[in-house]
Each structure stands twice: as structure tokens, then as C-alpha cells.
């Protein structure tokens, strides 16, 4: 089973701080998507990466993927406390429909 | 309004008793696919359908069957639930090179 891991597992800090969440993998993958889930609901989509290098931008968050296609960063600046919740990256690859998600990183951000 | 339910959201049973939990999509995806989600280890996929009557396994099918008679519906049985099926399980829905659409998910205990 490929496996996907994420750095950190936990994470709180205070809002305004900066923090990066890293998503690592063995595996190349065609794409890698980065979600955030609420308690009580399912995740939702915030981007999805596919070429190697690439950088997208929402709002305060940006995404890298690794130029080998193997590993994944999101990164917050200024966290508020909206941004609190469980960050997930998951894999795949084109014309599998499989996808392997990561073990997730939780992130409570303190006003 | 673009939609996965998932039924039940909460359920408790015992060992043994026979379990279906539904799902169904109002997007006429032609992707479904099934997932439990347990702490530390991330999402899981269990079963993925590519369309009606194709389904496969995912990384963890043991324990799991999966039927996709009609496109909108795919539903996850547990013929003789064990304790070790206990899980946070959801659905997801997509359609080409679409994000999926995750239900808002069924929380099984099973004693």
C-alpha cells in the first residue's frame, strides 16, 4: 500500500502566526489534492496540484507541489481562527480512480 | 442543491448483525467511491465504482461488499459486522477530472 505522510500530526498556534504543513510520499503521483474537514462533515476540496513546481494561491493559503510530483506544502500566513480544522492531502493517479489520502495534520488556531 | 447523502449518520449494532449504509448522488457522477476514516491512519479507500456494474477494490475491501445497480446509488454492505469495522465511514461522488464530493459521513459502532 502506498503510503502518504503528513508532518505535523497536531498543530496550534496563535493567530497571525505563519505555518507549513508537509505532505510526503514515495510514490509519483498525477495529481494531489489538499482538503479541510470539519467535525461532522466530509472533507471539502481546497486545490488541486498537477504539474511538478507547481504553486497555486487561495487567499492565505499556498500551495507547492514538488517538482518530482512525490511530496506536497501548504502554507498559511497569518492564521486565523477560521482556520482551524484537519488538513488532508490525498494522491492519485490518471485513470486508476484510486486515490490514497494522508493521515491528516490538525490545526487549532487560538484567537 | 448539488448533494451525497449518506444513511444513517449514527448507528450502534452488534456483532454479527447484517448492516447497509446508503449513499446516493443527485450530480449523475459516474464515480462512487467508499472510505473509513480512523484516527492516525487518514482516509481509506474501501470500494470505487467507475459506473453502474463496475465496481473494484480499494486498499482495505475485506469485510466490505459494494452493489451499483443505478448510477445515483452505492451502497456499502457489512454482511457480518465486526467490532473492528467501527469507523467513521464516508462517500464520495465525481464526474471526469471533477473534485469529489464527499457526504457528510456515517459514524458506525459496532459492539
Known amino acids: 500500500t502506498q503510503l502518504l505522510e503528513q508532518s505535523p500530526q497536531f498543530l496550534s498556534i496563535q493567530e497571525g502566526e505563519n505555518l507549513t504543513v508537509y505532505c510526503n510520499s514515495s510514490?509519483?503521483?498525477?495529481?494531489l489534492q489538499w482538503y479541510r474537514q470539519e467535525p461532522g462533515e466530509g472533507p471539502v476540496l481546497l486545490v488541486t496540484?498537477?504539474?511538478?513546481?507547481e504553486v497555486k494561491k487561495l487567499k492565505r493559503l499556498t500551495f507547492q507541489f514538488g517538482d518530482a510530483r512525490k511530496d506536497s506544502s501548504l502554507h498559511i500566513t497569518a492564521a486565523q481562527p477560521g482556520d482551524t480544522g484537519l488538513y488532508l492531502c490525498?494522491?492519485?493517479?490518471?485513470?486508476?480512480?484510486?486515490?490514497?489520502f494522508g493521515t491528516g495534520t490538525r490545526l487549532k488556531v487560538l484567537a | 442543491e448539488a448533494q451525497v447523502t449518506q444513511n444513517p449518520r449514527y448507528l450502534i449494532t452488534v456483532t454479527g448483525k447484517k448492516l447497509t449504509v446508503t449513499c446516493s448522488q443527485n450530480?449523475?457522477?459516474?464515480?462512487m467511491s467508499w472510505y473509513r476514516q480512523d484516527p492516525g491512519l487518514g482516509l481509506r479507500q474501501i470500494y470505487y465504482?467507475?459506473?453502474?456494474?463496475?465496481?473494484d477494490k480499494g486498499d482495505v475491501p475485506e469485510g466490505y461488499k459494494v452493489s451499483r445497480k443505478e448510477k445515483r446509488n452505492f451502497p456499502l454492505i457489512l454482511e457480518s459486522p465486526s467490532p473492528n469495522q467501527t469507523s467513521l465511514y464516508f462517500c464520495?461522488?465525481?464526474?471526469?477530472?471533477?473534485?469529489?464530493?464527499f457526504g457528510d459521513g456515517t459514524r458506525l459502532s459496532i459492539l
Open positions: 465504482s467507475m459506473n453502474v456494474e463496475v465496481t
Open positions: 490525498a494522491g492519485d493517479w490518471t485513470g486508476t480512480y484510486k486515490y490514497i
Open positions: 496540484v498537477v504539474t511538478g513546481g
Open positions: 510514490s509519483v503521483f498525477s495529481s
Open positions: 464520495a461522488s465525481s464526474s471526469g477530472d471533477q473534485p469529489q464530493h
Open positions: 450530480m449523475n457522477h459516474e464515480y
